[in-house]
């Protein structure tokens, strides 16, 4: 090869990495990165055949080769986020470059424009909606009206304290525990309000807007995909970010509570059984979905989409649920599910990928009621026999819960 191929081969591979590098930071899952980027290489004129492509979570690797050359290039992948505008948009660059036989000026500069574009929502507006997101499942947990307020004016003082302390630099993780103790803190303090028939509930809900939905639902979708290795570094990030929502809560709890157990009495007392109409709860997951959709970043024109396909996800789970029978376990995977399949024609109406419908759509069925029920058993264990066993089976059902939530989504 000539010098001039040379370097034009260099170009190439380099904007091939960048494209990949900026999927994988908005958390696009590993078979999407790879699709676009084959997609893109096709557009470049890279014979699929020759060319090799690397996924990790912190590394993207390129190869290509022949008989004679073999030209290899890497790309480090440094900050984790959110951002199902940037997915939509590569996804429809990687097309338009195609179809209108982009020159690879124009290719470039259509990419650094996605990934020099503000986010679709202000800091505090992102906050605002993640307090009612946090809101609106408190109210599907069964709360009243001045509990959905309370738990939103929570969950917004610990998202604010997250961005905060991760402006400053601080770990993520440790941003997260800080976070959570200050929002329980904050929901403890309002039950003592007496403004409120339910005043324990937003413990429930105050901290949920840390719940990692998106990397689960991908860690789920690479196992599935083969992408072992990806996967299983993803659980290990959620699995962290869980660890510091849970100590946290359990560091607050711990505090404010002490060896009272009259708390967790409480939410032992708490009904899994719906007791509001199923508007109320069509409401609630609708306001929760779109919660979710602006901390995700997903664009304006699609929120209202989101909304809806809560509104099916938690109906189906609930009818499948109380009214069929089943179980909080098959109602979540069949919620799951069809809006998973609603989604498939959905995105050709909308113009998106799958994910950015599907995932928002489903994260208003999260089991929190389980999962602090859990927490609470393991934090206030007294040797009492059936305490553990009980532990365990409120774990593991908002473990399967979880687990079916993101099945649905994945298959």
């Known amino acids: 090869m000539t010098d001039k191929e040379v370097l034009l081969l260099r170009r190439k591979l380099d904007l091939l990495l960048r494209t990949g590098k900026l999927l994988m930071e ?20 890279i014979p699929e055949e020759k060319l090799h492509i690397d996924i990790r979570w912190t590394m993207i690797m390129v190869n290509v080769s022949d008989e004679r050359n073999s030209f290899s290039k890497f790309q480090k992948c440094e900050k984790h986020g959110i951002n199902m505008t940037a997915i939509s948009q590569i996804s429809d660059l990687s097309w ?10 124009k290719y470039e500069e259509e990419l650094e424009k996605i990934a020099k574009k503000p986010r679709n929502y202000t800091p505090y507006i992102v906050a605002i909606g993640a307090g009612f997101a946090c809101g609106g499942f408190c109210k599907l947990f069964g709360s009243d009206w001045i509990a959905f307020l ?14 905060r302390c ?37 413990l429930l809900a105050c901290a949920l807007f840390i719940v990692p939905g998106v990397p689960l639902i991908n860690f789920v979708d690479d196992m599935l995909d083969n992408h072992l290795l990806v996967g299983m570094t993803r659980a290990a990030n959620t699995a962290m970010m869980v660890v510091a929502m849970t ?34 709860y069509a409401i609630a997951a609708a306001i929760a979905a779109i919660g979710f959709s602006m901390i995700f ?19 189906t789970r609930n009818f499948v649920n109380f009214e069929l029978g089943y179980g909080p376990v098959i109602g979540s995977f069949m919620g799951s599910f069809v809006v998973s399949v609603l989604a498939v024609k ?11 419908l599907t995932i928002p759509s489903v994260i208003p069925m999260i089991p929190g009621v389980l999962m602090y029920r859990s927490l609470l058993a393991f934090i206030n264990l007294h040797g009492v026999i059936g305490e553990v066993t009980n532990a365990f089976f409120n774990g593991i059902n908002s473990a399967l819960i979880i687990l079916c939530i993101s099945l649905g989504v994945a298959v």
């Open 346 to 356: 959905a995105v050709h109406w909308f113009h998106v990928p799958n994910h950015v």
């Open 26 to 45: 908005s958390a696009a899952d590993t078979n999407r990165i790879e699709r676009n980027m084959k997609r893109v290489a096709a557009f470049m004129g």
């Open 150 to 163: 309370f738990a939103s004016i929570c969950a917004f003082i610990g998202f604010r304290i997250r961005a």
């Open 297 to 315: 970043n997903i664009q304006r024109r699609l929120l209202w989409v989101v909304a809806v396909g809560g509104i099916i996800a938690v109906c």
């Open 247 to 280: 100590f946290g809560i359990a560091f607050a709890l711990r505090i404010l509570v002490m060896n009272d157990v009259a708390i967790d009495h409480k939410f032992s007392e708490l009904s899994m059984v719906p007791h509001d109409p199923y508007y109320v």
């Open 96 to 105: 338009c470059a195609i179809e209108e036989d982009y020159s690879l000026d």
């Open 166 to 202: 991760i402006e400053a630099g601080l770990n993520v993780y440790m941003s997260i525990a800080l976070a959570a103790f200050a929002a329980t803190c904050t929901a403890y303090l309002s039950s003592f309000s007496g403004l409120s028939e339910t005043p324990y509930h937003p």
